[in-house]
């Protein structure tokens, strides 16, 4: 049977949006997670909850459905990083406007929005490595059009010099790719269940990322904080065993005492549940036309 290129481009396009957004929504609805909104409560947030959350994320898949239409099997230059960035702000207002003025998702949608467009730009035929990379060279590029106006995350990273989104996209996601994926498919051969090797691997990429979300909010002693009681979860076994989830007790209580919630981590969970899907869920392309 003769294949219709068009409807496979389509086809592809539909499933990363869905992706995306199912792994937004299995990242907020994820407990028990220190400091964040989870299916618990609010954790230190007062204008977020898991509701809006989800509303949210739901508000982005015409964005990551737009982002990989007009990716696919394209090359990294500087006409497609443009408009990359032109439809993550147009996404971002769209968010804006579904959570009246909350900023749950912005984060989110420059990491997710990157590795939607990367792996549509390789067909949905790329390994985990090689779509990281090609969001490198994307993020690497410019964009004129970006706003020039500093965010919370572009201040904390200026104020205690240390590397923040821009620069974790820009490197492959090194606590995606080193941290993150290997700790969730560790965690899972050595028998967690698939909620406890999320968290283990949201706790893998606190134990070194420089969270500006928490550096905004708590400075250096919340960083450490959370670093800190991160590297204690792992080092008590992840939380399959009650030492970890004992040590997890002990982070959520600080990091809430501190009002710190680690969002640059769950942004980056989300888009290791994102890799992991494509990875391992995606349907050949041939079988979606």
Request: glycine share 10%.
């Amino acid at each position: 049977m003769k294949l219709h290129p068009q409807k496979g481009v389509e086809a592809g396009a539909g499933w990363l949006a869905r992706a995306a957004t199912q792994s937004l929504i299995e990242e907020a609805r994820l407990s028990p997670k220190p400091g964040l909104v989870d299916s618990r409560g609010n954790g230190a947030h007062h204008d977020l909850s898991l509701a809006l959350m989800e509303r949210s994320a739901h508000s982005l898949t015409p964005t990551f459905h737009a982002l990989a239409l007009q990716s696919w099997e394209r090359p990294a230059d500087i006409a497609l990083r443009q408009l990359v960035g032109r439809l993550g702000r147009e996404g971002e207002q769209q968010m804006m406007a579904a959570t009246c003025g909350v900023n749950t998702h912005r984060g989110a949608i420059w990491a997710l929005g990157l590795l939607v467009s990367a792996a549509a730009m390789h067909g949905m035929a790329g390994s985990s490595a090689e779509i990281t990379a090609t969001a490198a060279r994307l993020a690497g590029l410019p964009d004129e059009a970006a706003p020039k106006s500093f965010s919370k995350g572009l201040r904390a990273t200026r104020r205690y010099r240390v590397p923040g989104a821009r620069e974790e996209a820009q490197q492959g996601f090194p606590h995606v790719m080193r941290l993150a994926l290997p700790q969730l498919r560790r965690s899972r051969q050595s028998g967690a269940t698939e909620g406890e090797a999320r968290i283990d691997a949201l706790m893998a990429i606190m134990t070194s990322l420089s969270d500006t979300c928490v550096l905004s909010r708590a400075g250096l002693t919340g960083l450490e904080t959370m670093q800190n009681g991160a590297r204690s979860v792992l080092i008590n076994g992840g939380i399959s065993r009650q030492e970890g989830r004992d040590a997890l007790d002990v982070l959520d209580r600080n990091m809430l005492a501190l009002n710190a919630s680690p969002g640059g981590a769950a942004d980056l969970l989300a888009a290791t549940l994102l890799l992991d899907r494509i990875a391992n869920d995606a349907t050949p392309l041939h079988s979606l036309i």
